[in-house]
């Protein structure tokens, strides 16, 4: 009782030094994983052992492909033939970017594609001479929806997969098809919104029209190469069952080869760079954490209660997940959020003893954290990011600002999914 | 001692004659061909330190020994730009690179006694000044600082220069850098060519992992039509490396090559002293 009241108090200093963003929040879960360990909740081994190695190495192997895909300039070759395409018209380019940031982050994860994209829109709307506050807000906004839809798009997806049976493919049946539904809804919102607000001159236009996107590819051999292994990777994850090899493995696979493909002598730039330690390092003290909340009993605890607020009705208990993580996501970084999560439904499983009970409660846990996100400005990483990027270059984007859009959206999808969780499985 | 106003030629062929005549048989060569080499040495880059003392160098092969001529002049004398009031001009062998510094670093420390200077100048012979720099009772082993070899009173800007007046000053004084200090003279940062260029080019075109497609870019070429309101605060670097103007001439290489950097702001509790490139270590030091 006075471990896990130990552990307790340690888990909610962390969480609370993340959240305030007091220290950075690798430094925090570090601190944190590792007092765990100093005032004897568990032994260095138990703490250790905690960690999913095999999200740590997913996330190692993606951002091994993403260095090498991202020097193909394949990314900005699209987002610039979307702008295009959309004939500088500011409406068509919001929409199809929207969309295009909604597929990338589904394969490339949503912070990845917020990085990639947002510079080119704001180098986009500088050139049309629009404001480019929406363009980023939308897209943060899709980056979210797109991430939910698979399970490589958003790091909540990628722990709720390590630590369960559901493979590649369960994720695409089961979340693609709502995210669809969101991301069409969510087009429909974006044109109410912003239909008659965005106006552009031609000579303007006649700008944007002009840029060479063929000449950002430099290496086409590389971009054939990187398509290939990319393809290869998602057949794997499709395949994963037949395959019998584990996520981390087939995203080592791809991300190693690529690199020896690419800059084979090269490899300290991709390790100082393009691998983001802070993330790898924030998992690791994470992991431990809750471990020791699981260990201590506290986490048994807290999936009685409810068990108990829910009598053990899988459809009551999905809407509860499905609002709570909806809520808690859009005010806390849903990445400790989930990690917290995944220990306590996994609990109720082992109460419930009904595996297909199982089912929406888990795509209401995926669907709640990733979508709600959106709710605020500090809801996901991605938001973050953008919210950094757009500062940098002088476009404040505020709490409220961001919130008051993200709450639209954010309703939205947590309606349409609450909708598809209440059709689809009861 | 010379009153009249002299050519810097007259002053070195006034040194090399009486040279010649005191050591006619240890120099390897004499007359016109030693003018010559010390012209040549003169004319490769400036032998003029700030505390107005000139010390041409030439390396003689051969030449077992080291030589030195002092010339003090009444009239101080412009040395491309710095006022230069006596003249060492130091021959030694083609080897003896490390005796060489110690001397310039010498004769700098002696550059710097104002009082020194004072009754160095007053003598009339070459006797008197012996005795003079005999009884200061000189040992020839001092090193060399920045302090000794930095540009002292380098161009600076302020803060609220504007793009304008710095785009004249790089013009004027053919430079691409220069110290930021407030009205006290204290260090605030620098600025460079650089900096300017950057008002063009926002943050986000620099995360973009190439430009190809891009021609042109509007705003770059349209710097200058903010000029009069931009100023040198809105683009300075702040967190600039300095160096201390007691640092070593290693030290300062050092920095230099482990910042990438060519050009150091020498600064002193946060006053600025003086500014030192490369090219002066190398010209100054390395190569004289």
């Known amino acids: 009782m006075f471990l896990m009241l130990l552990a307790l108090v340690i888990f909610v200093l962390t969480y609370v030094l993340i959240i305030t963003e007091w220290m950075n929040k690798m430094l925090a879960a570090m601190i944190g994983g590792f007092m765990i360990v100093v005032t004897g909740i568990m032994h260095q081994k138990e703490a250790l052992m905690a960690v999913d190695w095999n999200v740590i190495f997913f996330l190692i192997g993606m ?27 500011p409406l068509w380019i919001m929409i199809l970017m929207f969309l295009i940031t909604a597929f990338l982050s589904a394969i490339l994860g949503s912070v990845t594609t917020i990085m990639i994209l947002v510079p080119i829109v704001l180098l986009i709307c500088g050139e049309l001479k629009i404001a480019p506050i929406p363009f980023i807000i939308t897209m943060v906004i899709a980056s979210n929806m797109g991430g939910a839809a698979t399970m490589v798009g958003d790091p909540p997806n990628i722990l709720i997969g390590s630590s369960t049976s559901y493979q590649f493919l369960d994720f695409l049946f089961n979340l693609t098809p709502p995210v669809m539904l969101i991301t069409a809804s969510s087009i429909g919102i974006i044109w109410l919104m912003y239909r008659h607000k965005m106006r552009v001159s031609n000579e303007n236009r ?17 971009l054939i190469r990187s398509g290939i292994v990319l393809l290869l990777m998602l057949t794997a994850l499709a395949m994963q069952g037949t395959l019998g090899v584990e996520t981390a493995t087939i995203s080592m696979s791809a991300g190693l080869l690529l690199l020896i493909l690419s800059d084979r002598k090269k490899v300290e730039h991709v390790l100082m760079n393009d691998v983001d330690w802070v993330t790898i390092f924030f998992f690791i003290g994470l992991f431990m954490i809750v471990e020791s909340l699981v260990k201590t009993g506290f986490i048994g605890m807290a999936a009685k209660q409810i068990i108990i607020a829910t009598h053990g009705e899988p459809k009551a208990a999905s809407m509860m997940i499905l609002w709570l993580s909806g809520v808690f996501s859009a005010f806390i970084d849903n990445v400790p959020f989930v990690a917290a999560m995944i220990p306590m439904v996994k609990t109720m499983g082992t109460m419930i003893n009904n595996p297909s009970a199982m089912h929406p409660i888990w795509w209401s846990l995926a669907l709640g954290t990733c979508l709600g996100g959106n709710g605020t400005l500090i809801g996901a990483s991605a938001n973050i990011v953008a919210v950094g990027i757009a500062n940098r270059n002088g476009f404040h984007i505020s709490f409220k600002q961001f919130t008051i859009i993200g709450m639209i959206f954010t309703l939205n999808s947590l309606l349409i999914s609450a909708i598809y969780i209440l059709l689809r499985y009861f | 001692m010379e009153s009249r106003i002299l050519t810097r030629e007259q002053v070195y062929e006034n040194m090399m004659r009486k040279l010649c005549e005191t050591h006619k048989h240890d120099l390897p060569i004499c007359g016109m061909p030693l003018l010559e080499k010390i012209l040549e040495r003169d004319r490769e880059a400036s032998t003029a330190y700030p505390s107005g003392i000139a010390i041409p160098h030439i390396r003689l092969d051969g030449f077992q020994d080291t030589l030195i001529s002092l010339c003090f002049m009444q009239n101080p004398l412009d040395f491309d730009g710095t006022m230069v009031s006596w003249v060492a001009l130091i021959i030694t062998d083609k080897s003896s690179s490390r005796l060489y510094l110690n001397i310039v670093a010498e004769l700098l420390g002696l550059s710097k006694n104002q009082a020194l200077m004072e009754r160095l100048l007053r003598e009339r012979d070459g006797v008197g000044i012996k005795h003079v720099i005999a009884k200061e009772g000189i040992r020839v082993s001092k090193d060399i600082f920045l302090s000794d070899i930095m540009i002292s009173d380098p161009v600076v800007v302020h803060p609220d220069t504007t793009l304008k007046e710095l785009n004249a000053l790089m013009n004027t004084h053919n430079i691409a850098g220069f110290p930021v200090v407030d009205e006290k003279g204290r260090f605030k940062g620098e600025v460079n060519i650089l900096n300017l260029l950057k008002v063009g080019v926002p943050d986000y075109l620099l995360m973009l992992e190439n430009l190809a497609f891009l021609q042109s870019y509007e705003p770059l070429e349209k710097i200058f039509e903010q000029e009069e309101s931009i100023l040198v605060k809105d683009l300075m670097d702040k967190d600039v490396i300095t160096l201390n103007s007691n640092a070593s001439i290693i030290e300062a290489v050092y920095e230099m090559i482990l910042h990438k950097k060519r050009y150091f702001s020498v600064v002193d509790q946060g006053q600025l002293k003086g500014v030192i490139t490369a090219m002066d270590i190398f010209r100054k030091v390395i190569k004289a």
């Not at chain 1, 091994?64 to 018209?89: E, N, Q, W």
């Not at chain 1, 006649?206 to 590389?222: F, G, H, N, T, V």
């Open chain 1, 63 to 89: 951002m091994f492909v993403i260095s090498v895909l991202k020097k193909t300039g394949v990314f900005m070759y699209m987002a610039i033939r979307t702008a295009k395409i959309a004939k500088g018209k």
């Open chain 1, 206 to 222: 006649a700008r944007l029209m002009s840029y060479r996107e063929d000449s950002l590819i430099k290496d086409r051999p590389l």
